[in-house]
């Protein structure tokens, strides 16, 4: 490859968006991934991800105000996106969520959006607003609030369509499979990094991006700054009166139980997914013998990791808390969404020390998605020197090495407290088919 090469390891949200950037700067560029996007490895590869722009930190806000805007005009973006708002559910007794809350809403008023925010009470009012939650069981005195800006991005289709149209660009190319794989980084006297893929082929360009979310760590020794985190996602199907009924409902966020979307246009098919229940998957470190990390283990090569039976009773309490008639619908597709948690929720996208071309994005902390539109554009500037000091100061390099494994539980406006178990605790239910994703 020429000496304006980029090489990016992961087709991801980071990889695709950051390949996307330098692609329309006249980069050539290769992409490589053990699958073909969608990879059932992304998190992203999905039915839909949340798309939001309440951030307590008013550098996120603004990113993500940024986003959003790109979500509503940019043609490639727009068809992924439907603004059909979100319902926030706020913890009657939880005073760092309800300052989260608050702080998120005037970070984004003051950059112009969220200016159209309804604040209801109880289950009378949500009712009166929305007909399709005309037989919640909200509880009367409990605060709800409803912003109609933001909502879901289709994140598979996303995913597809970003990856289309690089394929379609003759400085753009993939590699997949065995000579996709990356299993290791040499380091060469000059301290440029080389990729090894699974089949011994050798990848390497003038500047290598490694951005393969939770998997980043059995690739790159990222000294304790990331870990691996799953999220359980299940869903339900819809018959075509049931469809019609929620398919014009909001994104419903209770941090308490569980949060949910709209059901897909195309298969009828409701997702759920339950908060602060995160799991980990502790396995010797393979960059320092005397240390373990969290790295994932996906459904596609696992189709037995589905959702917990201890989790079952906690999706039924958010089905009868807001859609009772839907309670005994039978949960199917369950999986675990892996991703790559930080402390403090903040992404790594930094030079990796040591060496002359490497350089990481990863840690989207399970809110990355938003930003496909934008995120690109600030792994080049960070490439480039440019990136601004704010963002600099977030994403930084910041070695761990000797403290605990990064723990998202801990995190203080996180409603739910539970332990976050290590995979082998689990006891799974048993579905018969693996998740579409």
Known sequence: MDQESVLIVGCGVFGLSTALELARKGKHVCVIDKYEPPSPWSAANDFNKIIRCEYNNKTYAKLAVEALHLWRSDPLYKKSFKECGRLLVTPMNHKQRETFESE????????????????????????????????????????????????????????????????????????????????????????????????????????????AGANTGSILNLENQQSATGLFVTHIQLNKSEYMKYAGMPVVYDSEIAYFFPPDSKTK????????????????????????????????????????LDLIPIIKKALIKYVPELQNHKLFGSKICWVADRENSNFLIDKVPNYSNLYVATGDSGHGFKFFPNIGKYIVEMIDGNLDSNLKALWRWESRIHMELVDPAKSAWRTVKRRTRDLSELHFVKEFEKSKF
């Open 269 to 308: 098919i409701m997702k759920l997914c339950v908060t602060g229940s995160g799991i980990k998957r502790v396995v010797g470190d393979p960059h320092n013998a005397n240390s373990q990390i969290s790295l994932p283990r996906y459904h596609n090569e696992n189709p037995k990791d589905t959702i917990p």
């Open 104 to 211: 998120g809403i005037k970070n984004i008023q003051d950059l112009g959006e969220g200016l159209n925010y309804q604040y209801l009470t109880g289950s009378e009012e949500v009712a009166s607003r929305f007909s399709c939650f005309a037989e919640n069981n909200i509880p009367n005195e409990q605060q709800v609030k409803f912003n109609p800006e933001g909502g879901l991005g289709v994140s598979n289709k996303t995913l597809n369509d970003v990856y289309n149209l690089l394929k379609s660009l003759p400085n753009v190319r993939f590699y997949f499979g065995d000579n996709g794989t990356a299993v290791n980084i040499q380091r060469k006297n000059n301290g440029e990094a080389i990729i090894t893929a699974t089949s011994g082929l050798l990848h390497t360009a003038s500047i290598v991006i490694i951005a």
